[in-house]
Nanobody
Framework: QVQLVESGGGLVQAGGSLRLSCAAS????????MGWFRQAPGLQRDLIAVISWTGGIPYYADSVKGRFTISRDNAKNTVYLQMNSLKPEDTAVYYC????????????????WGQGTQVTVSS
């Protein structure tokens, strides 16, 4: 298990940008695939972006592709989510998660989760 702590959420106006960070500790961070999820009230938790342990080409959900960018800095044990051109429908609690196994990208099994950080986009 790895411990994950998200930060960087907040209130932003539509069209604005925000960068989320997820700091990891407890295990070898560089060996994990790292994903970002989000969950709006009453809805399921959806996968929005994944970056592999190799740092290769990431996966993005259609809803965020072209606007969001996932990246990682293994030296800092941190994964980031750069969010641009934010829309009110992006409002949700955002979670980072770590995966060590499963099929890429949507079949990955996540064994560690952060506490979540709230992102609110106003119009």
């Amino acid at each position: 298990q790895v411990q994950l702590v998200e930060s960087g959420g907040g209130l932003v106006q539509a069209g604005g940008s925000l960068r989320l960070s997820c700091a990891a500790s407890g295990r070898t961070f560089s060996n994990y695939n790292m994903g970002w999820f989000r969950q709006a009230p009453g809805l399921q938790r959806d996968l929005i972006a994944v970056i592999s342990w190799t740092g290769g080409i990431p996966y993005y959900a259609d809803s965020v592709k072209g606007r969001f960018t996932i990246s990682r800095d293994n030296a800092k044990n941190t994964v980031y989510l750069q969010m641009n051109s934010l829309k009110p429908e992006d409002t949700a609690v955002y979670y980072c998660a770590a995966s060590l196994y499963g099929s890429w990208p949507q079949g990955l099994q996540y064994d560690s989760w952060g506490q979540g950080t709230q992102v609110t986009v106003s119009s």
